[in-house]
């Protein structure tokens, strides 16, 4: 409850950076397709299916440290 009292006006949220969720998306995604790239890797004799995911890894990683890099 605010008080009608106060001169000050009630502090309030700050806004929120555009993009604000895209780096802990990349960051899932990066690790979900490590992960399925090393499980696949071992498990399924297919190197492609295992490639597909590393590929989408090393975009993820690429794509984050350009995520830093713009927003530093």
Request: glycine letters at 4%; a positive charge.
């Given at each position: 409850?605010?008080d009608?009292?106060?001169?000050?006006e009630?502090?309030?949220?700050?806004p929120?950076?555009p993009g604000?969720?895209?780096r802990?998306?990349l960051?899932?995604v990066?690790f979900?397709s490590a992960?399925?790239?090393?499980?696949?890797s071992t498990?399924?004799?297919?190197?492609?299916?295992?490639?597909?995911?590393?590929l989408?890894?090393?975009?993820?990683?690429a794509?984050?440290i350009?995520?830093h890099r713009?927003?530093?």
């Amino acid at each position: 409850m605010t008080d009608p009292y106060r001169i000050a006006e009630a502090p309030t949220a700050a806004p929120r950076k555009p993009g604000a969720l895209l780096r802990p998306l990349l960051w899932l995604v990066l690790f979900v397709s490590a992960a399925a790239d090393a499980v696949l890797s071992t498990a399924v004799g297919d190197p492609w299916v295992s490639s597909a995911f590393g590929l989408v890894a090393l975009a993820c990683a690429a794509a984050l440290i350009v995520h830093h890099r713009r927003h530093r």
